[in-house]
């Protein structure tokens, strides 16, 4: 959607949206395609790579759709897909699509109660799972009243249909529901960092959306030899529509591997071996990878293009990554309701360390008060989105009063605090809630963490605010260790005056707690909710 210009204000002045009335997420990702050409590369452990081409994905996902609309579902229904990066999900999704339904990805990681609650609140009338699951939603399905259909794909299970079954019987002609771009297509419910989950119902314009952010970050993607890869799961965003719809988007394939246990080294390898030239790799990510040194299988690795986001990547894994896969991180910013709207594009643009990079072109992204009012460069205030914008979801689900909330005038609140400075690069502040005001200040405790990493001893860490009876609230840092180092008061102690040092005298955390493990969210986002309740 974007085309390579050679400034940033020129490749935003050129731009406009390619939207058209009519379009459907499920026919544009493989219909369109020469069937032969490889989509999907699954790597399988303990067996052989299988190659999925355009030509079976529109194949199975026009059985799936017969199967779907056979089974009673009818256009809207919502279709729970609860199943690992495989090329079933895609096919489920690209099927459901076509059929008009809304698909709503769900975690494999979820437990019952997270799967009750996500199945419940968008009343999903079917669900496509593996075996793996199916204990979960046999305890929870009496609590289900709406889901008729449950299909599982490796074969017969108790109280569940053999997907293998219906889809050998299945006609693989069908014909797509004429959808609009406007129309729902999923809903996804994000992180549930700050409180309880929301369902964020996106339109099928969603995936045009989302272009932009994907082009610009990983160097005008696509590039001839792309092949794009991920850890990230495909039930949250970051996995769906930033790595797997937009690749097969640009008929670019994808590497279909999420390990059990993320493991840096094998992940060096797997890189190196399948050939992988762009990934979409979450801080969380990167840090475990910086934890180990690059093995010879990493330094085959070929890479073209690292995209990062979801959390701050911080100024210190610049340099790492640059001499790693000899590219430079390119951080972006969004959210599961307005996703990708700031990015780096560092061949265009340089990088400002410790910043998130510019709105994408496309997106008008400011810093606004409370009230709606553009602030001046350098000032921080709310980071917002300006309606309308083809990425922006269409409403929380069943929950209008969530979604007014969500707006000021046409500006999105996105709930995260940020400045942008004079030439345009947005600094993130913190999310609202967990910025901390100690002593009349207001930290953010990103930019402390980011500092506490700078440490030698330190290997992860989390910042929040806590009661405190004289500076309403105090700066307390739960630290990780790196191997070899020891927990000590001494050592308390010099990391306080580092930080005292490094980044401000107001800002250093007067308490720190030593932990062998973060409580994380399923996406690896630090759960920072969790530790300002443990104080
Ligand atoms: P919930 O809304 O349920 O609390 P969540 O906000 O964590 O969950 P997501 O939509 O997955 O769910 O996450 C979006 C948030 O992640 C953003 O609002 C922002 O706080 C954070 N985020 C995303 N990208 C970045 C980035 N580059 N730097 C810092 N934070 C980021
Ligand atoms: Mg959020």
């Known amino acids: 959607m974007l085309t390579p210009a050679d400034t940033y204000s020129q490749l935003c002045r050129d731009f406009t949206w390619p939207i058209p009335d009519r379009y459907n997420i499920g026919v544009d990702v493989c219909d369109k395609h020469p069937s032969a050409k490889p989509a999907l590369i699954h790597k399988r452990d303990g067996q052989d790579t299988q190659v999925y081409t355009f ?116 006609s693989d002609a069908f014909a797509p529901v004429d959808t609009a771009a406007d129309d729902p297509a999923l809903i996804i419910f994000t992180s549930g960092t700050t409180g309880p989950p929301k369902g964020a119902l996106h339109a099928h314009r969603v995936l045009l959306g989302h272009l ?40 670019i394939p994808v590497l279909t591997y999420r390990a059990a246990k993320f493991d840096p080294e094998e992940t060096y390898a797997l890189i190196a071996e399948h050939g992988v030239r762009n990934m979409f790799l979450p801080p969380t990510a990167l840090k475990l990878m910086r934890q180990v040194p690059l093995t010879a299988a990493g330094k085959a690795m070929n890479v073209r293009s690292v995209a990062s986001g979801g959390e701050s990547l911080g100024a210190n894994l610049l340099d790492w990554g640059r001499s790693t896969f000899g590219v430079t991180i390119n951080e972006f910013y969004g959210q599961t309701e307005c996703n990708l709207v700031v990015g780096n594009n560092a061949d265009l643009d340089p990088i400002r360390p410790g910043s998130m990079g510019k709105p994408i072109p496309g997106h008008r992204v400011a810093i606004i008060d409370d009230e709606g009012n553009a602030l001046p460069a350098g000032e921080t205030g709310n980071i917002a989105v300006h309606r309308p914008d083809p990425v922006m979801f269409l409403e929380y689900w069943n929950n209008p009063d969530a979604t007014r909330e969500k707006f000021i005038g046409d500006w999105l609140l996105t709930g995260d605090t940020g400045s942008q400075d004079e030439d345009g690069y947005i600094w993130y502040g913190g999310r609202n809630d967990d910025v901390i005001t100690s002593a009349g200040y207001r930290i953010g405790p990103g930019e402390v963490e980011d500092c506490l990493l700078k440490h030698d001893a330190v290997a992860l860490a989390a910042v929040v605010g806590v009661p405190d ?56 986002k630090i759960m920072r909710r969790e530790l300002r309740a443990r104080g």
């Open 212 to 251: 932009p952010g994907v082009e610009y970050p990983h160097g005008f993607f696509p590039q001839p030899g792309d092949l794009y890869w991920t850890p990230a799961d495909w039930a949250w965003i970051g996995g769906l529509i930033d790595v797997l719809l937009p690749s097969l988007h640009h008929g």
């Open 55 to 170: 030509g079976d994905l529109k194949r199975l996902s026009n059985k799936l759709a017969n199967v779907l609309i056979a089974s009673g579902l009818t256009r809207g229904d919502r279709i729970g897909i609860l199943l690992p990066q495989a090329p079933e999900t895609a096919v489920a999704h690209i099927a459901a699509y076509k059929a008009g339904l809304i698909a709503t990805p769900l975690f494999t990681l979820f437990g019952e109660d997270a799967l009750e609650y996500r199945l419940g609140a968008c009343g999903a009338a079917a669900l496509v799972t593996d075996q793996a699951s199916l204990p979960k939603i046999a305890a929870i399905r009496d609590r289900l009243p709406s889901l008729k259909l449950i299909l599982c794909i490796d074969g017969p299970a108790d109280g569940a249909t053999d997907y293998h079954t219906v889809m050998e019987k299945a």
């Open 469 to 524: 009876p004289v500076r309403t609230e105090a700066v307390k840092a739960f630290i990780v260790l790196r191997e070899g180092a020891k927990p000590s008061d001494a050592l308390a102690t010099e990391i306080q005056s580092f930080v005292k040092r490094q980044l401000a005298a107001h800002e250093y955390p007067r308490l720190i707690e030593f932990i062998d493990e973060l409580p994380m969210t399923t996406t690896g």
